[in-house]
């Protein structure tokens, strides 16, 4: 029986499949068309002193935007920095709680489509915890004096942006106990340096009497593994010559002023002597008795 041969007619059906087939290609290569351009961000580094925090990040964006996301644990994303050219995002009114461990991501968005249905790329920063991780800032020192044998030296309270009850507390109100600081002291006249150690603000330490001292402080945590000091401080020197000249001014300026009394009531003393002998006895002005 011989084949019949005629126009073929299409299925309906297989058209539509077709055409559904093609579409869902062409919306694949217009989505990875749009997200060429998106780079996910690398180098995630936490910068944090006293707990002023800072999220940062590359790479500078040509043609994407980014958005900062921190949770507390295991709570829920909060977003911070909403499409930003920066490469930096302040994180630190979200991280008052020092003792908590933080997560942080860095979400990439084409420049022009922010609000696209389609998953942008992300980056994970490492764990925070404030209170093992933010680094020590440089100490100041703030007062000192030298007294004979003793140097007095005290060290200037550290403010945090951290807050109770409405006011930002100090350095050693975060950490309490666990933060020490070490003085390291030397003769002005001598390189060799020695150390002292105290968990709180104040030193008091013997030294040798008319040597004049320098020193500079440096705070440490010592149950840190890491970021245990600070920077140390700028160094002061106590400076006993002006010390000593004043104390001779006044000294002087002492005997001086006894010296010049003195003077007063000798000559006083003197003209009065001189006066009662300058003037004439009764016997001398009388009259002679003649027999």
């Known amino acids: 029986m011989a084949t019949p041969t005629g126009p073929r007619v299409s299925c309906p059906k297989a058209d539509v499949a077709r055409a559904l087939l093609l579409g869902w290609v062409l919306v694949q290569v217009a989505g990875a068309t749009g997200t060429t351009d998106v780079i996910a961000a ?4 936490w910068k944090s002193t006293n707990f002023k925090t800072i999220l940062e990040w590359e790479p ?14 295991l709570g829920n994303w909060k977003n911070k920095c909403f499409y930003t050219t920066d490469t930096e ?3 630190t009114d979200e991280t008052v709680n020092v003792k908590e461990t933080y997560a942080a991501r860095v979400l990439s968005f084409p420049a022009d489509a922010v609000h696209a249905a389609q998953e942008p790329r992300f980056t994970n920063a490492p764990p925070f915890t404030p209170y093992l991780d933010t680094n020590l800032g440089q100490p100041t020192i703030g007062s000192f004096e030298q007294v004979g044998t003793k140097l007095n030296v005290t060290v200037r ?5 951290v807050r109770a009850n409405g006011t930002f507390l100090s350095l050693r ?9 070490t003085l390291y002291y030397w003769r002005a006249s001598s390189t060799g340096k020695k150390k002292a150690t105290t968990n709180t603000n104040e030193f008091l330490i013997d030294v040798d009497k008319g040597e004049n001292y320098c020193f500079s402080v440096q705070a440490v945590i010592p149950s840190r593994r890491v970021n245990q000091k600070s920077p140390e401080s700028p160094i ?6 002006k010390a000593v000249s004043r104390e001779m001014f006044f000294i002087v300026g002492a005997v001086v002023f006894v010296v010049i009394i ?6 006083v003393c003197l003209y009065k002597c001189r006066k009662e002998r300058a003037r004439p006895s009764g016997k001398e002005n009388s009259p002679l008795n003649v027999a």
């Open 157 to 161: 309270a550290a403010r945090t942006l």
């Open 173 to 181: 109100d975060v950490f309490g106990k666990d933060l020490n600081y």
């Open 60 to 73: 500078k964006p040509i043609s994407h935007v980014y958005t900062v996301q921190i949770s507390a644990g």
């Open 89 to 91: 995002c302040d994180v």
């Open 262 to 267: 003195f003077i007063i009531v000798l000559s």
């Open 236 to 241: 002061e020197c106590t400076s006993q010559e």
């Open 42 to 45: 690398y180098n995630l580094t």
